[in-house]
């Protein structure tokens, strides 16, 4: 059967795949600005011309030239043919080098270039259904994850996620034990021990080299005789008794979540609390199409399904999994209690409890 082709239509969706080109190669772009102090420089000095911005940041003007307009014909710098120069605005450099604000990006364009860069090992793992595990990826992808997700936990987690939990606050006041589990490189774990110095905490991951700078970072921070971190898969972290355990953009990672949320089950106290904190999603595909939603699909298409694929059982839940089902899988571990206490745009917060 011939199907007769909307030329306008047709050519429309060609430029929307240019812009898509474009977007790609912008994700090296920023990892570039950031390394080599562009929009730092542009953000302390103001506007710039190329020969300038160069002599700022000891860099050659051949490519702080095709940086820049690469950056102002994809609106992230503003050009003034007048002068020359380019102006990073405002409310730009707060996104770009303001690591303080929750919306700091440069760590979520560094966690995407560096999941772009096993492409080819995805695509084979997906002829097979095997899987690339978070320990095979790049350090930018675990640097990256980090930056970003750290600001938005540094703005939310004492002032308003914490909070919301019934009676938690208290008891970290008074004094708790709390576990944290798949804590990365140690950052909300140290985060809540410098807030609560009479409590005490134990961060996990199964990923070794993230361990290690989670206690290098605990020393900087001077909480490590409150802190220890160890290497051990979700279902097997040490200690029993928890007031707290906490799970921060990870849980969907695992090969055997529920496996993962009954041994939470057995570590807490009867009365004790788990804070689960999940990307934002909804519970229907159609709740997701948006432009966070779509950031999130491409992230499990390429980094977290094939995460949990690599791992026993390999339920790979995704990133957009939803409450409802993030509900089922605590429920599949026993617990009794489920509901959401917070949001951001990229971030829901359940209180789960037995």
Known sequence: MTVAIDADKLMG??????????????????????????????????????SELAEWTSTDEHYTRE??????????????????????????AVAMTDPSSPAYLPGFFQIALGTLQHTTDTIEAARSGAGVGW???????????????RPSYNANLLPSWLPALDGVVEKLQRGATV???????????ILMAEAFPRSTFIGSDYHQASIETARLRAAEAGVADRVSFEVSPADSFSGSGFDLVTTFDALHDMGDPVGAARHVREALAPDGTWMLVEPMAGDHVED????????????????????????????????????????DVTKAAGFNRFRTVAQTPFNLVFEVRP
């Open 13 to 50: 969706f060609v430029f929307k795949a240019v812009d898509e080109v474009g977007a790609t190669l912008n994700a090296a772009l920023v990892v570039m600005g950031d390394r080599l102090g562009y929009y730092q420089a542009l953000s302390d000095q103001g506007p710039a011309t190329p």
């Open 67 to 92: 940086w820049l307009n690469a950056q102002a014909a994809g609106g992230i710098v503003e050009y003034d043919a007048s002068t020359g120069r380019y102006t990073l605005p405002p409310e730009h």
């Open 135 to 149: 320990h095979e990826h790049t350090t930018d992808v675990h640097v990256g994850c980090e930056r970003f997700f």
């Open 179 to 189: 576990a944290d589990i798949g804590c990365g490189h140690g950052s909300s774990t």
């Open 288 to 327: 997701n199409l948006n432009p966070v939603g779509r950031a999130y699909y491409g992230f499990s298409t390429l980094l977290c399904t094939p995460a949990s694929l690599s791992q026993p059982v390999g339920l790979a839940l995704g990133t957009q999994a939803g409450p409802a089902r993030i509900k």
